[in-house]
Nanobody, 120 residues
Framework: QVQLVESGGGLVQAGGSLRLSCAASGSIFTIKAMGWYRQAPGKQRELVATITSGGRINYAESVEGRFTIYRDNAKNTLTLYLQMNSLKPEDTAVYYC????????????WGQGTQVTVSS
């Protein structure tokens, strides 16, 4: 089992920056990959960025060059970050942290989500 808790959302003007954090706990040593997803009102949840345990990173085309995903492994903790720069109104959404974890069978875990609102 993996527990994920996001923080760092809020209201920002267009062109501003925010940093999201996701603290993982539980069986963090079985995590294969983590990522950020977002869901805007009336739209499906979409991938924002992912990072594997080996450090391979993937970004959605819409955020490439503006967002940076990275993680911090310190002792027995694991925190995932999403640095968001040059924010646009279309980045407004609930952002969810995801972890794909499992020693044998891999399953997805999700955080509760954090709201990001970008005003024009």
């Amino acid at each position: 089992q993996v527990q994920l808790v996001e923080s760092g959302g809020g209201l920002v003007q267009a062109g501003g920056s925010l940093r999201l954090s996701c603290a993982a706990s539980g069986s963090i040593f079985t995590i294969k990959a983590m990522g950020w997803y977002r869901q805007a009102p009336g739209k499906q949840r979409e991938l924002v960025a992912t990072i594997t345990s080996g450090g391979r990173i993937n970004y959605a085309e819409s955020v490439e060059g503006r967002f940076t995903i990275y993680r911090d492994n310190a002792k027995n903790t694991l925190t995932l970050y999403l640095q968001m720069n040059s924010l646009k109104p279309e980045d407004t959404a609930v952002y969810y942290c995801n972890a794909a974890s499992g020693a044998v069978a891999v399953r997805d875990y999700w955080g509760q989500g954090t709201q990001v609102t970008v005003s024009s």
